[in-house]
C-alpha cells in the first residue's frame, strides 16, 4: 500500500472511479484527540467460497500530526471489495496502513461481519505505533 507523507491531496475533487491503494492524509487539526470513522457498506470476498461478506467497518486511531483523507480512505477501501481474504486478517492488514499512512499513537479497526449460515464473525485489531509504546 502506497502512502502519502505530503499534504497536498491529489484525490480529493478528482473525478475516480476505480480502486486505489493509497491513503493520503491532512495535518491534524488542533485539539483534535480522536477520529471515528464507519461504513457499513464495506465488502470483501471470502477467500475459500469466493462469496461476498457484507461487513461493518470502524475505524478508531488518535492522530498525532495527519488525519486520514476520507475519500482516499473509500478508494482504499474499494481495493478489498475483489479481494479474497478472511475478516481477521483484514482488520489487521487495515490498522497497519492506518498507522503507517498517518503514523498516529494507535488504531483500532472492527470488522463486523454479517452472518452467514447463521454465524457472524467480529474481528478487533488495535496497533500502537512503535514510537508510542
Given at each position: ?22 491513503l ?10 480522536t ?6 457498506e464495506?465488502t ?6 469466493g ?5 461493518t467497518?470502524t475505524?478508531?486511531y ?16 474499494w481495493?478489498?471489495r ?11 492488514k ?6 503507517a ?10 470488522i ?5 449460515g447463521g454465524?457472524?464473525v ?10 508510542s509504546?
Amino acid at each position: 500500500m502506497a502512502r502519502s507523507k505530503k499534504t497536498k491531496l491529489t484525490i480529493l475533487g478528482k473525478h475516480i472511479r476505480h480502486p486505489l491503494n493509497q491513503l493520503e492524509c491532512f495535518p491534524k487539526p488542533n485539539h483534535v484527540q480522536t477520529v471515528t470513522l464507519t461504513t457499513s457498506e464495506f465488502t470483501s470476498l471470502c477467500p475459500v467460497t469466493g462469496q461476498p461478506d457484507f461487513q461493518t467497518l470502524t475505524i478508531e486511531y488518535a492522530p498525532r500530526e495527519r488525519c486520514v483523507e476520507s475519500k482516499s480512505l473509500k478508494l482504499y477501501l474499494w481495493t478489498y471489495r475483489e479481494q479474497g481474504v478472511f475478516c481477521e486478517a483484514l482488520s489487521a492488514k487495515i490498522a497497519q496502513d492506518i498507522v503507517a499512512a498517518t503514523e498516529c499513537a494507535w488504531c483500532r479497526v472492527t470488522i463486523d461481519q454479517v452472518p452467514r449460515g447463521g454465524i457472524g464473525v467480529k474481528a478487533v485489531s488495535e496497533i500502537r505505533h512503535p514510537a508510542s509504546a
